[in-house]
């Protein structure tokens, strides 16, 4: 009789697997929440998301612009993303930083690009100017174009033929602190180390698609700084290479060395890369005929530093933040370079090969390991 009656209860009262118990409750209690929320006694939780402003899509674009000049102003992208697409014989200028910019089926147009944290693309565009910073650059299906760039990875091109690669010169005065918020190092730079996906070698082993141009006023002859189209700006913008924020760097269009090999190693103070700033202006202006190859600013760890120079008397001063590389060649390269660190400015904080012959071992350790960091 027992077993009879609860086979009974059972058939009226079935229970609730706890998962659904536990969903019910939720509900309820949000339920319960939203009727206090409006009756005054509680707030509902809000989140930073809530708060922000609708982002209007035609703030970050410019799309069938046809013989205009326009200018994204310091402060008006604030690295969003921004489209530029089926523009022609125009001149476009984004004086800020942005998270991606992508460039479709464009055509005789000069494009300025302030620092990019991403990918800069290119797809379907023909005689154009491109001048960029970025941390990727790629191309495709592109004719003729010219990229002044400071690119932190390897320039790709597909399917681009007629391209020219030059070291982007360039300077205006909220550009540092750009470089900062897109993550980028102007002493990273790789324009001309450009790989192609589709070489058109003919067996040689050398691609057809694209030249290399290693004269540092590459940039300045662009013609971008004519009064009429940035002086009305109230922007102070200059291609010009002495004042250029980015160090001109000849990197692999130069394939015949002239002279010794220097490796110089400056180490940053509370990380900034002033002092080798300073170091390549000084450069520049008191021994011309050496010439800046290329340039890495990298985070070495005491111990891989002293690997590579086979000491630890640095270790104070690379714990203080990335260490900046500069490769110069010419004519006793390696004895002007030491001259110049024992000036006070650099004497506690450069280092300089003592031989040629070091100086390519200590270039390609820390070329090595910038590769391994990257990937």
């Given at each position: 009789m027992g077993q009879v009656m609860a086979l009974v209860r059972s058939l009226f009262v079935t229970e609730l697997p706890r998962t659904e118990v536990a969903t019910i409750s939720a509900e309820a209690d949000m339920l319960k929440r939203r009727r206090l929320s409006s009756s005054g006694n509680i707030s509902l939780k809000t989140y930073s998301w809530s708060n922000r402003a609708p982002v209007n899509p035609g703030d970050y674009s410019y799309v069938d612009v046809e013989n205009k000049t326009l200018t994204k102003s310091p402060g008006t992208i604030n690295g969003h993303q921004f489209i530029i697409e089926?523009?022609?014989?125009?001149?476009?200028?984004?004086?800020?930083?942005?998270?991606?910019?992508?460039?479709?089926?464009?055509?005789?147009?000069?494009?300025?690009?302030?620092p990019c944290k991403g990918s800069i693309f290119l797809r379907h565009c023909v005689d154009c100017t491109i001048l960029v910073l970025s941390q990727q650059f790629r191309t495709r299906d592109c004719r003729r174009i010219a990229a002044y760039i400071c690119c932190a990875t390897q320039p790709i091109i597909e399917n681009t033929v007629g391209a020219k690669f030059a070291c982007l010169q360039v300077n205006y005065p909220e550009l540092e602190d750009q470089m900062k918020s897109?993550?980028?190092?102007?002493?990273?730079?790789?324009?001309?180390?450009?790989?192609?996906?589709?070489?058109?070698?003919?067996?040689?082993?050398?691609?057809?698609?694209?030249?290399?141009?290693?004269?540092?006023?590459?940039?300045?002859?662009?013609?971008l700084n004519e009064p009429e189209t940035i002086g009305e700006l109230d922007l102070a913008a200059n291609f010009d290479p002495t004042g250029s924020f980015i160090p001109h760097t000849v990197g692999l269009s130069q394939t015949k060395v002239f002279g010794e090999t220097s490796a110089v190693l400056i180490f940053t103070v509370n990380?900034?890369?002033?002092?080798?700033?300073s170091f390549v202006k000084t450069m520049q202006s008191e021994h011309p005929g050496l010439v800046l190859v290329s340039t890495k600013e990298i985070a070495v760890s005491p111990g891989d530093l002293q690997r590579i120079l086979r000491t630890n008397a640095f270790?104070?001063?690379?714990?203080?933040?990335?260490?900046?590389?500069?490769?110069?060649q010419g004519l006793n390269a390696v004895t002007v370079c030491k001259k110049l660190s024992t000036a006070a400015e650099f004497a506690t904080q450069t280092v300089v090969s003592d031989t040629e012959q070091s100086a390519h071992s200590t270039l390609d350790s820390l070329s090595d390991l910038a590769e391994m960091k990257m990937n």
């Open positions: 089926r523009c022609r014989n125009s001149n476009i200028f984004l004086f800020d930083w942005t998270d991606s910019v992508t460039v479709l089926d464009c055509t005789g147009c000069a494009i300025f690009v302030g897109a993550g980028l190092s102007a002493f990273n730079n790789n324009w001309s180390h450009v790989h192609d996906f589709t070489p058109n070698s003919e067996g040689l082993g050398t691609s057809h698609n694209y030249l290399l141009v290693g004269d540092n006023l590459a940039t300045a002859k662009v013609g990380k900034s890369n002033n002092l080798a700033r270790a104070v001063q690379c714990a203080q933040g990335p260490v900046v590389v500069l490769n110069y």
